[in-house]
């Protein structure tokens, strides 16, 4: 029977840089504790069994150096994870597509089991280090997936559409445009009906997320086979049992 003990020094000037590894449960016959700072410290370094190093932002080969001179003579390893970000101009190319990304700059998918190189707009797919940081196979993979999704769409003489769209009650509808800014696909434009500024639904751009459907004062704007009256009466039979 045998017990190990690590002590291990995190460095980083990101507040969740390390959140994973910080929150990770101790194995059998090993604990270990966390001892972290923005900057590299000579007197933490000194006591760590492992260093995690995060250096964008720093002089990678000059904290390096520090870091191999402070750290105790049984010291087994030293590990430098450099940060990746997305490339510059991904969130503004990915608003022009209608495409969901996070704060670092990298798309997202619609489904990470279900939907893996799948975007939240139908028709646009992902590959590779646009979406996170990857290896060579992964990528590779990934890249080969996505191409035969677009192929099933070629192959297709038609493309069906979801039937879970938006639908506009022009007798509701005043045109306040409220739906039209926050749709996140575009799929809503003005119309003049009768001298009247109304509403109206590009049905194959619609992905039926409901979005307009919360945002209308009015309540003019419904998604099909989910409408309000359909909910209540789901709810309504629910709370019969």
């Given at each position: 029977?045998?017990?190990?003990?690590?002590?291990?020094?995190?460095?980083?000037?990101?507040?969740?840089?390390?959140?994973?590894?910080?929150?990770?449960?101790?194995?059998?016959?090993?604990?270990?504790?966390?001892?972290?700072?923005?900057?590299?410290?000579?007197?933490?370094?000194?006591?760590?069994?492992?260093?995690?190093?995060?250096?964008?932002?720093?002089?990678?080969?000059?904290?390096?150096?520090?870091?191999?001179?402070?750290?105790?003579?049984?010291?087994?390893?030293?590990?430098?994870?450099?940060?990746?970000?997305?490339?510059?101009?991904?969130?503004?190319?990915?608003?022009?597509?209608?495409?969901?990304?996070?704060?670092?700059?990298?798309?997202?998918?619609?489904?990470?089991?279900?939907?893996?190189?799948?975007?939240?707009?139908?028709?646009?797919?992902?590959?590779?280090?646009?979406?996170?940081?990857?290896?060579?196979?992964?990528s590779v993979a990934q890249g080969s997936a996505a191409?035969?999704?677009?192929?099933?769409?070629?192959?297709?003489?038609?493309?069906?559409?979801?039937?879970?769209?938006?639908?506009?009650?022009?007798?509701?509808?005043?045109?306040?445009?409220?739906?039209?800014?926050?749709?996140?696909?575009?799929?809503?434009?003005?119309?003049?009906?009768?001298?009247?500024?109304?509403?109206?639904?590009?049905?194959?751009?619609?992905?039926?997320?409901?979005?307009?459907?919360?945002?209308?004062?009015?309540?003019?704007?419904?998604?099909?086979?989910?409408?309000?009256?359909?909910?209540?009466?789901?709810?309504?039979?629910?709370?019969?049992?």
């Amino acid at each position: 029977m045998y017990h190990c003990h690590l002590q291990i020094y995190l460095i980083s000037r990101q507040p969740d840089g390390f959140a994973a590894i910080r929150d990770m449960a101790p194995m059998e016959f090993f604990t270990h504790t966390f001892f972290e700072s923005s900057e590299p410290q000579q007197a933490l370094a000194a006591r760590a069994d492992l260093i995690l190093a995060d250096l964008q932002g720093m002089d990678a080969a000059c904290e390096t150096k520090k870091l191999a001179a402070w750290k105790k003579p049984e010291a087994d390893l030293v590990v430098l994870a450099v940060g990746i970000e997305g490339a510059h101009g991904a969130g503004e190319l990915a608003e022009k597509l209608r495409i969901s990304y996070d704060k670092y700059g990298f798309f997202m998918e619609r489904h990470v089991k279900l939907a893996p190189v799948e975007t939240n707009t139908a028709g646009g797919y992902l590959a590779g280090v646009c979406q996170g940081a990857k290896d060579i196979p992964a990528s590779v993979a990934q890249g080969s997936a996505a191409a035969a999704k677009v192929l099933s769409l070629f192959s297709r003489d038609k493309l069906e559409n979801d039937p879970q769209i938006a639908q506009v009650d022009i007798k509701r509808c005043v045109g306040c445009g409220k739906c039209i800014d926050v749709c996140p696909y575009g799929a809503i434009k003005k119309i003049d009906f009768r001298g009247q500024p109304k509403a109206e639904v590009v049905e194959t751009v619609c992905q039926g997320c409901g979005v307009c459907n919360a945002t209308c004062p009015q309540g003019a704007i419904q998604v099909s086979h989910f409408t309000d009256n359909q909910i209540l009466a789901e709810v309504n039979a629910l709370c019969q049992f």
